[in-house]
């Protein structure tokens, strides 16, 4: 998408700074070797002295380690062994399903604002019969939301070692899959804090599969996720770290995966959740 010129603010400006160092740092050869203050700053044509205050933050906030590589004391820098460690995974759910207690703490984090996500769906939920939670984790979405909307029957779509520990609950059902080969039928796919996880090309081919799941005139695709400027660009960088190529994106960005996935139009629900808002698309 061509982004509209004009000029930057110092905030912005400072942002992508820090956007280009975590991208260099993490994507170079610092993988292996830790660079100087010097390479760095002159791999990216910024001013070494502004660029030192920024390393010592993420340092301080234990991202990239400081070692004192020459006899010169110029600092090098490097990632912290708990970034290396997750980069040799695939990618995080690849990491989760051999790490089960990294994937109960993830899941119990997002457990904590799907109490917030109900209330603001439940119009979206009028006249359901069934409703799939594409990426839906411990099901939680969907058991708070069959307990206010007790006519709905809820799937609660995820990989297998994530519904293998999902509770059990009457009216959902757990089931296993790869929601890129094909999402279980239901009247509406609702999917939560999942797309932001994925580059464009990715969330595209996961949109693609929601039509197929729903009826095609009455069919809806509630899309519940994070938008920029509800998010800090910060938490943009770090889905570079977690998810390699998931990102944040504007409204813009979002219409314009929709557009490529084939949907024809949106409607935006507010969602009183710091990071959220809400897309109901359609075919
Ligand atoms: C950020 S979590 C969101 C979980 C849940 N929607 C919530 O908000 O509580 C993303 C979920 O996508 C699931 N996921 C990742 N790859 C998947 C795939 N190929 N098929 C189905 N689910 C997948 C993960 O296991 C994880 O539970």
Same mark, same amino acid.
Do not use: Q, Y
């Given at each position: 998408m061509e982004e509209? =010129? =004009? #000029?930057?603010?110092?905030e912005e400006e400072e942002e992508h700074a820090k956007? +280009?160092?975590?991208? !260099?740092?993490l994507k170079s050869r610092c993988h292996g070797s830790?660079?100087?203050?010097?390479?760095?700053? %002159?791999a990216l044509s910024c001013d070494p002295s502004h660029l030192y205050r920024l390393m010592r933050a993420l340092v301080h906030r234990k991202i990239f380690k400081d070692l004192n590589t020459t006899q010169k004391g110029s600092s090098g820098y490097a990632q912290t062994p708990s970034i290396q460690r997750l980069r040799k995974y695939k990618d995080l759910w690849s990491f989760s399903a051999t790490n089960p207690? !990294? %994937?109960?703490?993830?899941?119990?984090?997002?457990?904590?604002?799907?109490?917030v996500?109900?209330?603001? #769906?439940?119009?979206?939920?009028k006249g359901l019969e069934t409703i799939v939670g594409v990426g839906g984790g411990n099901g939680i979405l969907l058991r708070l939301l069959v307990e206010v909307c007790p006519w709905i029957w809820g799937i609660n779509?995820?990989? %297998?070692?994530?519904? %293998?520990?999902?509770?059990?609950?009457? =009216?959902? #059902?757990?089931?296993?899959? +790869?929601?890129?080969?094909?999402?279980?039928k239901a009247d509406a796919v609702i999917t939560k804090g999942v797309l932001h996880d994925w580059g464009?090309?990715?969330?595209? =081919?996961?949109?693609?599969?929601?039509? #197929?799941?729903?009826?095609?005139?009455?069919?809806?695709?509630?899309i519940i996720d994070a938008k920029l400027a509800n998010v800090k660009l910060m938490l943009d960088v770090v889905m570079i770290v977690d998810t390699k190529k998931g990102k944040e994106r504007s409204l813009e960005e979002w219409e314009y995966i929709l557009g490529e996935a084939d949907f024809t139009g949106h409607t935006i629900t507010h969602v009183h959740a710091i990071q959220y808002f809400g897309i109901q698309a359609f075919s």
């Open positions: 509209k =010129r =004009r #000029e930057l603010t110092w956007v +280009d160092v975590w991208k !260099h740092l830790p660079m100087t203050l010097l390479e760095l700053s %002159s207690d !990294h %994937s109960k703490l993830f899941n119990d984090a997002m457990t904590c604002d799907a109490k996500v109900v209330p603001a #769906e439940i119009k979206s939920c779509f995820d990989l %297998s070692h994530v519904v %293998s520990v999902s509770p059990e609950c009457d =009216r959902v #059902e757990n089931v296993a899959g +790869d929601m890129f080969d094909c999402v279980p464009d090309d990715d969330c595209i =081919r996961i949109l693609k599969k929601c039509p #197929e799941a729903v009826p095609k005139d009455t069919g809806k695709v509630i």
